[in-house]
């Protein structure tokens, strides 16, 4: 073979790449043929927040480019020979003596009809067909979420109508509540109730039985949630990576085994307390993990860097070398317990609680020394809607007293934070920098707990996990009591010490 075959050859095994539709059309072929993400998602083998980045702009490449390809080539043909076939029906001249073939076509992946009538999962009404699962009204003019057409009441002839003054709103009217949605608004009373619709089909499928409903609402939390991030990430600033490549630090040496990222799960206990008896309330924090979903997440994939410097827009895990703690006789190490000295990778809220602490107004100790980090362009708010949600849910079912909702959702956003790493029964976002991260600010908010009752003048006897702070003084004097995410449960009462015991020690303290 010459040199000039070898070139022939490259030639005819080489290929283009198969050119896209703009990020905008590529959204809009999909939602005008009433598909999901996720829909979309699983026909190609990919998940969602791909097809979502997709849609944002990022290209895919190779075998899975032409499925998508495909697709849309697909998706505008069959939109286009949509249009042509309502053209003439749009004409004024044409005339249609025959019966309409239907009003709307509903595009979905699994549509099964009911031998029942059961609630649907929208408007609560008994519907004949299920959608992916779910009890549903196929023509939405049978759905009450649509409401009865009411005619418009005209004005009296004599009597024009007159526009009410700009920024004033009349008696009869009531304002209309919006959520930010991407760049836009909506009405609220547009967004879909994702949490609320679950619990009510499981319900009317289980027949109302309530273990029942939430054994199978908690059995399916992961995908529920994984739903529920999808939609809170529409219209999102952001493009996240769910699949990014990892290094080496942040997989598990074993099967069985840990990666190398120290959380700095706090298990403290004062070591002596002053002479005589004490009364200790546990306090049990709400929703520990909830709160921690709000913090600084890396959106793409991690980078290396060196050196003792910290970017505060990005985000990831860092080798230190921590700072002495000197206070450990009545407040937690900020690093959790730890025997081994030397360097060790931490987070990003374990960096910034010791950076914070080391800082002018509170000088409790040195700067922890940074070695390397692996981080990427980082925000404080990328699973804020989501969290909303959750989060709104959960007070609502507190208000109503509804436990079904209440264990279901503290099932989606535990479960959520657990399975975002080397896990099997989450394939939609694999995201272990991301999971360490959450766990962590779980760890390190409760870490300013036990600072702020010190700093308000108790006397914080332990602090365990993500939840539990056991405290001597007025503590209803500092913290709110209640079932909130910003309020605290009493977990137990108990005593220690006596008038004769010099000194005294909590339970579970050294001897």
């Not at 050196?307 to 700072?323: E, F, Q």
């Not at 025997?339 to 100790?365: F, H, I, N």
């Not at 949600?389 to 007070?395: H, N, V, Y």
């Not at 099997?424 to 962590?440: A, C, G, V």
């Amino acid at each position: 073979m010459t040199e000039f075959d070898a070139i022939d050859a490259l030639l005819a095994g080489a290929k283009q790449e198969v050119p896209l539709p703009p990020a905008e059309e590529r959204r809009s072929l999909r939602e005008e043929l009433n598909l999901s993400r996720a829909q979309l998602a699983q026909a190609l083998g990919v998940s969602a927040s791909t097809v979502g980045g997709w849609e944002s702009g990022r290209d895919p490449s190779g075998e899975v480019r032409e499925k998508y390809a495909y697709f849309l080539q697909g998706a505008r043909t069959k939109l286009d020979a949509a249009a042509a076939a309502e053209a003439p029906a749009n004409d004024p001249g044409h005339r249609d003596d025959g019966p309409a073939e239907a009003d709307q076509a509903v595009v979905t992946a699994d549509v099964d009809g009911l031998s029942t009538p059961q609630p649907c999962v929208l408007c609560g009404q008994p519907a004949r067909h299920q959608v992916e699962g779910f009890p549903q009204h196929l023509d939405p003019a049978e759905c009450g979420t649509a409401g009865p057409a009411q005619p418009e009441k005209p004005a009296p002839r004599n009597e024009p109508r007159q526009p009410a003054p700009a920024g004033r709103q009349s008696r009869a009217e009531h304002g209309v509540k919006v959520v930010p949605v991407g760049r836009r608004v909506q009405a609220a009373s547009d967004t879909p109730d994702l949490i609320g619709s679950a619990v009510t089909a499981a319900l009317a499928q289980h027949a109302g039985d309530v273990e029942a409903a939430t054994a199978a609402l908690i059995k399916r939390a992961i995908p529920d949630a994984m739903a529920l991030l999808d939609h809170s990430r529409k219209g999102g600033r952001y493009d996240v990576v769910a699949h990014p490549w990892l290094p080496d630090i942040l997989r598990k040496q074993t099967a069985r085994g840990a990666d190398q990222i120290w959380e700095a799960r706090p298990k403290w206990t004062r070591p002596e307390l002053p002479a005589g008896q004490h009364e200790v309330t546990a306090l049990d924090i709400n929703g520990a993990y909830l709160s921690a979903l709000k913090t600084h997440l890396p959106i793409g994939q991690l980078e290396h860097s060196t050196g003792n410097d910290h970017d505060r827009r990005r985000a990831g895990v860092h080798l230190i070398t921590p700072p002495v703690w000197d206070h450990d006789a009545y407040l937690p190490n900020p690093i959790g317990n730890r025997d081994e000295p030397g360097p060790l990778w931490v987070t990003e809220p374990t960096l910034r609680l010791l950076l914070r602490l080391a800082g002018p107004k509170y000088g409790l100790c040195d700067p922890p020394e940074i070695h390397e980090s692996w981080t990427s362009g980082a925000t404080e708010g990328l699973l804020e809607k989501f969290r909303v949600a959750l989060k709104d849910a959960r007070d609502r079912a507190i208000t109503e007293d509804d436990e079904v909702t209440l264990e279901y959702v503290k099932a989606m956003y535990a479960k959520f934070v657990s399975t975002l790493g080397e896990s099997n029964y989450n394939r939609e976002l694999y995201r272990t920098d991301w999971m360490h991260l959450i766990r962590s600010q779980a760890f390190a908010n409760l870490w300013w707990k036990a600072h702020r009752a010190y700093d308000e003048g108790l006397m914080v006897v332990r602090a365990m996990g993500t939840d539990e702070l056991h405290v001597i003084g007025d503590w209803q004097a500092v913290f709110p009591e209640g079932r909130g995410v910003t309020e605290v449960k009493v977990k137990d009462v108990y005593t220690v010490g006596n008038d004769q015991d010099q000194p005294a020690q909590p339970p579970g303290s050294p001897s």
